[in-house]
C-alpha cells in the first residue's frame, strides 16, 4: 500500500479502526454488511458510535476479531471501498486501521 498506518500490522493485531462510514449507517447495518462479506462469527467487537443528538453515527468504528489473519483479511477487503453513492461521490472510501 502506497499509504502508511499509525501503527503497523504485524501478527498480534487483532482490532481495528474503521474511518469514513457512510453517517446514516446504523450499527445493525454495519454488521449486515461485514457478515455479507464473509466476516460472520470472526469478531467478538463492533462498536460504531452514534450521536444521539443528530441521529447519526460520528463516522468511524471498532471490531476487534479472534484472529489477527481476520483483521488482515477484513483490511484487504473493506480498505478502499465504498459502502454507499454519497461517499462515493465525496470520494471518501473506508480507511481501516490497526488500533
Same mark, same amino acid.
Given at each position: 500500500? &502506497?499509504?502508511?498506518? $499509525?501503527? &503497523?500490522?504485524?501478527?498480534v493485531?487483532?482490532?481495528?479502526?474503521?474511518?469514513?462510514?457512510?453517517?446514516?449507517?446504523?450499527?445493525?447495518?454495519f454488521?449486515?454488511?461485514?457478515?455479507?462479506?464473509?466476516?460472520?462469527?470472526?469478531f467478538?467487537?463492533?462498536?460504531? $458510535?452514534?450521536?444521539l443528538? /443528530?441521529?447519526i453515527?460520528?463516522?468511524y468504528?471498532?471490531? &476487534?476479531f479472534?484472529?489477527?489473519?481476520?483483521?488482515?483479511?477484513f483490511?484487504s477487503?473493506?480498505?478502499?471501498?465504498?459502502?454507499?453513492?454519497?461517499?462515493? =461521490?465525496?470520494? /471518501?472510501?473506508?480507511?481501516?486501521?490497526? =488500533?
Open positions: 500500500r &502506497s499509504r502508511t498506518d $499509525p501503527m &503497523s500490522w504485524d501478527d493485531v487483532v482490532t481495528v479502526m474503521v474511518r469514513q462510514i457512510p453517517r446514516q449507517f446504523t450499527q445493525l447495518m454488521l449486515k454488511e461485514v457478515n455479507a462479506r464473509g466476516f460472520e462469527d470472526l467478538d467487537f463492533l462498536y460504531l $458510535p452514534f450521536d443528538k /443528530k441521529g453515527n460520528v463516522g468504528g471498532f471490531l &476487534s479472534i484472529k489477527a489473519r481476520y483483521a488482515q483479511d483490511r477487503e473493506f480498505d478502499g471501498v465504498f459502502l454507499d453513492k454519497q461517499i462515493k =461521490a465525496k470520494g /471518501k472510501p473506508l480507511r481501516v486501521h490497526p =488500533a
